[in-house]
């Protein structure tokens, strides 16, 4: 029970600066080989956060145990986050900002 807690204190650590965007975040964690034991990455975690505004994103990893693949997956959410909200904020600023180009010259009147 320990090592879940540790797992929702690094998903806390590790996705904080989103949290005014994020609405929700559903982890999903499984042994994907319980009965055979033969690939040492069973331990599956997939995060699904849900933006406002926005259809829900989701990652997976695969680790040996689950604090690992807890922290890959919220490694891999961080990224896709801060790449989309980045994408998301440049949109918005270009929608936004004045526009700086030179104004096309007009053609001299031919008289």
């Known amino acids: 029970m320990q090592q879940l807690h540790n797992s929702g204190d690094t998903l806390k650590s590790k996705l904080e600066r989103f949290s005014d965007h994020i609405t929700r975040i559903e ?34 990893e695969h680790a040996a145990v689950v604090g690992q693949a807890v922290s890959g997956a919220a490694d891999k959410l961080q990224r896709k986050l801060s790449s989309v909200l980045g994408k998301l904020r440049d949109k918005q600023s270009r929608s936004v900002s004045p526009d700086f180009s030179e104004p096309e010259a007009a053609e001299p009147e031919q008289g």
Do not use: F, I, Y
């Open 27 to 60: 982890v999903h964690l499984s042994d994907e080989n319980s009965s055979a034991k033969q690939d040492g990455n069973d331990k599956r975690c997939l995060l699904e956060a849900r933006l406002q505004g926005m259809e829900p994103m989701a990652v997976t």
